[in-house]
């Protein structure tokens, strides 16, 4: 469905093949943006303006929000002050950690020496190796128990 419009950014005529079109060229749509998101031409390429509005980015005062905010600072400002941080807590849990892990490893070393993680191709080999025992238990349960029903 062609239909001509105007350009939104340089308002010439062109033919939208589109209903959702409104730049006549990929580079208007561009310019379109730069335009709209305060960028500015600088001798080779486009860069942001450092222009802000700072009537845009203040948030609306609210007592509930600014007592929030208090409190949070005066937080902040009790834990800067303590310097008597227990640290006997953050001891043990490192050393825990650590005993873990040399537990973990020296049971890998100990009972796994030389062992690799485990293929595709074994994870195959498994599965036929345990369907070969189920059916020779199957195979042996009804030699052994047979149904007379």
């Given at each position: 469905?062609?239909?001509?419009?105007?350009?939104?950014?340089?308002?010439?005529?062109?033919?939208s093949r589109r209903s959702?079109?409104?730049?006549?060229t990929t580079s208007c749509?561009?310019?379109?943006?730069?335009?709209?998101?305060?960028?500015?031409?600088?001798?080779?390429?486009?860069?942001?303006?450092?222009?802000?509005?700072?009537?845009?980015?203040?948030?609306?005062?609210?007592?509930?929000?600014?007592?929030?905010?208090?409190?949070?600072?005066?937080?902040?400002?009790?834990?800067?002050?303590?310097?008597?941080?227990?640290?006997?807590?953050?001891?043990?849990?490192?050393?825990?950690?650590?005993?873990?892990?040399?537990?973990?490893?020296?049971?890998?070393?100990?009972?796994?020496?030389?062992?690799?993680?485990?293929?595709?191709?074994?994870?195959?080999?498994?599965?036929?190796?345990?369907?070969?025992?189920?059916?020779?238990?199957?195979?042996?349960?009804i030699s052994k128990f047979?149904?007379?029903?």
């Open positions: 469905m062609k239909t001509n419009k105007n350009c939104k950014h340089c308002n010439q005529l062109f033919e959702n079109h409104v730049y006549c749509k561009t310019k379109a943006s730069y335009k709209r998101n305060n960028y500015r031409y600088v001798p080779g390429h486009y860069e942001k303006s450092e222009e802000t509005n700072t009537d845009k980015l203040a948030l609306p005062a609210n007592q509930d929000v600014l007592s929030a905010v208090q409190a949070l600072e005066d937080k902040i400002e009790r834990f800067i002050q303590d310097k008597s941080i227990n640290t006997n807590s953050i001891k043990e849990a490192a050393l825990g950690s650590i005993a873990a892990d040399a537990g973990a490893y020296a049971a890998k070393r100990i009972f796994a020496p030389k062992t690799l993680p485990a293929t595709k191709g074994d994870i195959v080999s498994l599965r036929e190796e345990l369907q070969q025992l189920k059916n020779a238990l199957n195979i042996y349960k047979p149904t007379n029903f």
